[in-house]
């Protein structure tokens, strides 16, 4: 079965500062689907990058980049430039190709709380 | 665009009562999900449907949890009885394609609490 770990619970990071997300899963599968979500205060979950896993080039939206290193299984976010806004729970997700009778896996890791200090 | 609906945002019970959940997808859209947040589990999927049809409950805890689709803008989930266990963050989730790269919008949740 597919696994997600984050297994950092909380980082901090000053404004104007660069911090990273770790993320690592487990799975068989050759062909599948990385994705990175942010979860405010809200609650309200909100896609912040996605990665195809048979594309060698690392996704990049603005300020979040990902390092996917397939063969080590991993998948961290990095971002730039901290704002206070970023502050929020993010949570790692994979989801499998779908199968022969069209269904598929989202599974996603417990979240990392990340702090932004001004 | 409204965004994904659910209600109510809110509910506390009692042990045994009948819950329903309740959620409006994003008009358009044909895939809706339905997600679990604890502490102890994360964010778990329970079930999800497409074009009203559910594809995959595998997720579901147990028979006490049931869901339905009647139609492509309303999708209900219920516990009978609910169990303190129970008590959650449950969102709802909806898409504009069946495909791997679909960007799944969330609705706000609803807080559970089952005493």
């Known amino acids: 079965a597919q696994t997600v770990t984050q297994s950092q619970p909380e980082m901090s990071v000053q404004e104007a500062e660069t911090v990273t997300l770790s993320c690592t899963y487990d799975t068989s599968e050759s062909d599948y689907y990385l994705f990175w979500y942010k979860q405010p205060p809200s609650r309200q979950m909100i896609l912040v990058i996605r990665q195809e896993a048979y594309k060698q080039q690392n996704a990049t939206e603005n300020r979040f980049s990902v390092n996917f290193q397939k063969a080590a299984k991993s998948f961290s976010l990095k971002i730039s430039d901290s704002q206070l806004g970023d502050a929020a729970m993010y949570f790692c997700?994979?989801?499998?190709?779908?199968?022969?009778?069209?269904?598929?896996?989202?599974?996603f890791g417990t979240g990392t709380r990340l702090k932004v200090l001004a | 665009d409204a965004g994904v609906i659910q209600s109510p945002r809110h509910e506390v019970t009692e042990m045994g009562q009948e819950v329903t959940l309740r959620c409006k997808p994003i008009?358009?859209?044909?895939?809706l999900f339905w997600y679990r947040q604890t502490m102890m589990r994360g964010l778990e999927l329970l079930i999800y449907f497409n074009n009203n049809v559910p594809i995959d409950d595998s997720g579901m805890p147990e028979d006490r949890f049931s869901a339905k689709m009647p139609n492509a803008s309303f999708s209900t989930l219920k516990i009978q009885p609910s169990e303190p266990r129970d008590s959650a963050v449950y969102f709802c989730?909806?898409?504009?394609?069946?495909?791997?790269?679909?960007?799944?919008?969330f609705g706000p949740g609803t807080r559970l609490t089952v005493l």
């Open positions: 997700a994979y989801r499998s190709v779908s199968g022969s009778s069209g269904t598929y896996k989202y599974i």
């Open positions: 008009s358009g859209h044909n895939s």
């Open positions: 989730a909806s898409s504009t394609d069946y495909s791997p790269t679909d960007t799944q919008y």
